[in-house]
């Protein structure tokens, strides 16, 4: 079965670096891409990023890009988000998601959501 | 402001149809790029229930089907069921932006 796990709810304050990960399993990691996706409360889905782990090619949306860092450990099949410096606007859910890569494709299946939040 | 632009809302009576609409340009579903569909219920992650337009992952009800013309798209649930009440998003490509891009969601209210 094709899961992806992720961390648990976390709780910051503004300029706090933060690092959330999605545990995968069940197919071959470095054959599939892991996107992020982000819902703020109340709001819908926000593509924000998308890892290769097999060549780490990653690709972020321009509304993140620079903002967040994507990256992936093919050892333990986890892809990671990250932040360096949080703002009270990151307050939101974060869902992993498999897709094959294709412009084309979607996201199937997903994980279960990180709740952030961050405090000013 | 979403690329793709859905209603925020639709409802329907137990065992009618309904149709949620998903409106895009020529950089993305008009280009060709693939439409897809997800369903959320409060409090859970999406799930993915029509691909490619109009193909269904195994376990989803064939009440649910979609459909793609020109730079648009749609969702439609017959047989409306109250289980079927929740937030609906479509998703696809777009290449101005090199971004996967999503409808801003319509929530489905079963009366």
């Known amino acids: 079965e094709v899961q992806l796990v992720q961390s648990g709810a976390e709780v910051k304050k503004s300029g706090e670096s933060l690092n959330i990960s999605c545990k995968t399993s069940g197919f071959r990691f470095t054959s599939y891409y892991i996107a992020w996706v982000r819902q703020l409360p109340g709001k819908g889905l926000e593509w924000m990023g998308i890892?290769?782990?097999?060549?780490?090619?990653?690709r972020y949306s321009p509304a993140f890009q620079g903002q967040i860092t994507i990256s992936a450990d093919k050892a333990i099949t986890t892809a990671y988000l990250q932040w360096k410096s949080l703002k009270a606007s990151d307050s939101g859910i974060y869902y992993c998601a498999r897709s094959d890569g294709s412009t084309y494709d979607y996201f199937d299946p997903w994980g279960q959501g990180t709740l952030v939040t961050v405090s000013s | 402001q979403s690329v793709l632009t859905q209603p925020p809302s639709v409802s329907g009576a137990p065992g009618q149809r309904v149709t949620i609409s998903c409106s895009g340009s020529?950089?993305?579903?008009?280009?060709?790029?693939?439409v897809h569909w997800y369903q959320q219920f409060p409090g859970t992650a999406p799930k993915l229930i029509i691909f490619?337009?109009?193909y269904r992952p195994s376990g989803v009800p064939d009440r649910f089907s979609g459909s793609k013309s020109g730079s648009s798209a749609s969702l439609a649930i017959t047989g409306l069921q109250a289980e079927d009440e929740a937030d609906y998003y479509c998703?696809?490509?777009?290449?101005?932006?090199?971004?996967?891009?999503f409808g801003g969601g319509t929530k489905l209210t079963v009366l």
């Open positions: 490619v337009h109009n």
């Open positions: 020529g950089s993305n579903i008009g280009a060709g790029f693939d």
């Open positions: 890892i290769f782990p097999g060549d780490s090619d990653t």
């Open positions: 998703q696809s490509y777009d290449s101005s932006l090199s971004s996967w891009v």
